[in-house]
């Protein structure tokens, strides 16, 4: 593999930017896209790129330039290639991995993973619904937050009485993702989930996490950027 510094610029939900990496795959540094980037990167990952249908690996066989993603039939859900990367990196590192893979960004996406495949996914909104309402996506601790997500993990249909805006603080987070929860039930139920975080939403893999372990939810955090970095580095070829 070449040893030189080169480029990959990634465009996703919430944050559009190049990252320069070094010969191996280190971040050197993360910057605003530039109109060059566009003809000097070794990586490009937009949201407009070609999809590919599941059950499948998170990329296809081979080095890549331009990051395909994936889509699901039925019900129909498109997977951005960003997110096809950071699916990659996880099993980079973790090639036996059979669970769910909660990717907490901008758009959360629940991904059951099984021999190196991406078997289905499921695209829930809670984040962008509280991004909607002006709610921070780190909610605080509190009896507020725990009292929602009890509440409506168990009666999803009572999340519109804590979005009024009048709500204790965190009270907003935890019934949403209480509701979120309910819906994804058979994605995290006796199973083992990865909650990936996101630069596009810091803190919100560890809300995220925290509602899901106060459940009973077997979860762990992972590092979102670490995993993309890995992710981009098996596009290019590199083992």
């Given at each position: 593999m070449n040893n030189a510094?080169?480029?990959?610029?990634?465009?996703?939900?919430?944050?559009?930017?190049?990252?320069?990496?070094?010969?191996?795959?280190?971040?050197?540094?993360?910057?605003?896209?530039?109109?060059?980037?566009?003809?000097?990167?070794?990586?490009?990952?937009?949201?407009?790129?070609?999809?590919r249908p599941l059950p499948a690996p998170?990329?296809?066989?081979?080095?890549?330039?331009?990051?395909?993603?994936?889509?699901?039939?039925?019900?129909?859900?498109?997977?951005h290639p960003a997110e096809a990367l950071r699916l990659a990196g996880l099993l980079a590192a973790q090639p036996q991995f059979d669970g769910a893979v909660w990717l907490c960004g901008q758009n959360n996406l629940w991904a059951h993973l099984s021999a190196g495949e991406v078997v289905s996914v499921s695209r829930l909104a809670s984040a962008r619904l509280l991004l909607a309402l002006?709610?921070?996506l780190s909610a605080p601790e509190g009896p507020a937050f725990d009292r929602a997500l009890d509440d409506c993990r168990s009666r999803p249909e009572r999340v519109l009485r804590y979005l009024d805006g009048t709500a204790e603080p965190g009270a907003a987070a935890g019934a949403i993702l209480g509701a979120e929860l309910a819906a994804a039930r058979p994605w995290w139920l006796g199973?083992?989930?990865?909650?990936?975080?996101?630069?596009?939403?810091?803190?919100?893999?560890?809300?995220?996490?925290?509602?899901?372990?106060?459940?009973?939810?077997?979860?762990?955090?992972?590092?979102?950027?670490?995993?993309?970095?890995?992710?981009?580095?098996?596009?290019?070829g590199a083992k």
């Open positions: 510094n080169w480029l990959a610029i990634i465009e996703e939900p919430g944050l559009s930017r190049t990252l320069c990496l070094d010969g191996s795959g280190a971040l050197l540094a993360a910057r605003a896209i530039e109109e060059s980037d566009r003809a000097n990167a070794a990586l490009i990952v937009r949201a407009d790129a070609l999809h998170p990329l296809p066989e081979g080095p890549v330039r331009e990051v395909p993603g994936l889509a699901q039939a039925s019900p129909p859900v498109s997977i002006n709610e921070p199973q083992r989930v990865i909650a990936l975080d996101s630069a596009a939403a810091p803190g919100w893999a560890e809300t995220c996490a925290r509602a899901l372990a106060a459940q009973g939810g077997e979860v762990i955090t992972g590092d979102g950027e670490a995993a993309l970095i890995a992710g981009l580095q098996r596009a290019r």
